[in-house]
């Protein structure tokens, strides 16, 4: 059943996101030209208008640096 394999699931999950971390930060793995594009939480609902209906926008990353 499902509920047998979830924790095992859930550990390759961990895992592989913890491998993911560990390549970005030591530069192994670029994610340079996903994130298009970039604007500040307080202009989010322009921002998900942009995410959503531009085809360019391949990821959106709301700052939210000036809300904190």
């Known amino acids: 059943s499902f ?4 924790p095992m699931i859930e550990k390759i999950v961990h895992t592989a996101k913890q491998t993911v971390k ?3 930060e030591d530069g192994r793995l670029s994610l340079a030209g996903l994130i298009t594009h970039c604007s500040a939480a307080s202009n989010a609902a322009d ?3 942009t995410a ?5 926008c391949l990821k959106m990353v709301l700052d939210w640096r000036h809300l904190a």
């Open 3 to 6: 509920l047998i394999w979830m």
């Open 22 to 24: 560990a390549m970005v």
């Open 47 to 49: 921002a998900y208008r």
């Open 52 to 56: 959503f209906a531009d085809r360019h």
